[in-house]
């Protein structure tokens, strides 16, 4: 079994900052890529941005230079801090990961429940 916790959700007004952690436990080897997505009311779920276990990253288009994404290897958990929010960046976001679990031979994609994230103008 492995589960991925999101804390650090609210409320916050447009042009301020939040920062989001997802922490992974359970019984595995190792995590690969670890990201944050998010989902708009109405829309599709879409990549945010995304962390190698080496720690090489890649951004939405909409989030670059705003946002950046961190991980602690140490305790399994992965970081988003957001700044200069805007009102568009209002949405459930969701953490993901590819997990090896301790029982299994190959990696697998494990999401959390998401945490909500509002923007207010």
């Known amino acids: 079994q492995v589960q991925l916790v999101e804390s650090g959700g609210g409320l916050v007004q447009a042009g301020g900052s939040l920062r989001l952690s997802c922490a992974a436990s359970?019984?595995?080897?190792?995590?690969?890529?670890m990201g944050w997505y998010r989902q708009a009311p109405g829309n599709q779920r879409e990549l945010v941005a995304r962390i190698t276990g080496g720690g090489s990253t890649n951004y939405a288009d909409s989030v670059k230079g705003r946002f950046a994404i961190s991980r602690d290897n140490a305790k399994n958990t992965v970081y988003l801090q957001m700044n200069s929010l805007k009102p568009e960046d209002t949405a459930i976001y969701y953490c993901?990961?590819?997990?090896?679990?301790?029982?299994?031979?190959?990696?697998?994609?494990?999401w959390g429940k998401g945490t909500l994230v509002t923007v207010s103008s």
């Open positions: 359970g019984s595995f080897f190792s995590i690969n890529v």
């Open positions: 993901n990961a590819n997990v090896r679990p301790s029982i299994a031979i190959m990696y697998m994609d494990y």
